[in-house]
């Protein structure tokens, strides 16, 4: 499965902006998919889960309650509603997919991640 993230961008602190992860490929609405993030200098690290069929979803304890993470099968993309951003939500955000339960099976398929840039 290919991946591609697209919409970041400069928002200011307290803003909000919607990412979203066009996936390609006939079996990808199968994937659980992640969301993640990489911050100049710091690892990268997980913002959030989706399972394939989008019932059930994980946070990050640093987003919970500001990120929301939803997919449309249909349209094989899933997306990150970040609400309320602060500026150490600046990073690059990657979209991910994985197969098996979710929250401890590898992710194997990785797309290019999108800028976030969140002003103070």
């Known amino acids: 499965v290919q991946l591609q993230a697209f919409g970041g961008g400069l928002v200011q602190a307290g803003g909000f902006l919607r990412l979203s992860c066009a996936a390609s490929g006939r079996t990808s609405s199968s994937y659980n998919m992640g969301w993640f993030r990489q911050a100049p200098g710091k690892e990268r690290e997980v913002v959030g889960a989706i399972s394939a069929s989008g019932y059930t979803t994980t946070y990050a304890d640093s987003v919970k309650g500001r990120f929301t993470i939803s997919r449309d099968n249909a349209k094989n993309t899933v997306y990150l509603q970040m609400n309320s951003l602060k500026s150490e939500d600046t990073a690059v955000y990657f979209c991910?997919?994985?197969?098996?339960?979710?929250?401890?099976?590898?992710?194997?398929?990785w797309g290019p991640g999108t800028q976030v840039t969140v002003s103070s």
């Open positions: 991910a997919a994985s197969r098996g339960t979710l929250g401890t099976a590898p992710y194997n398929f």
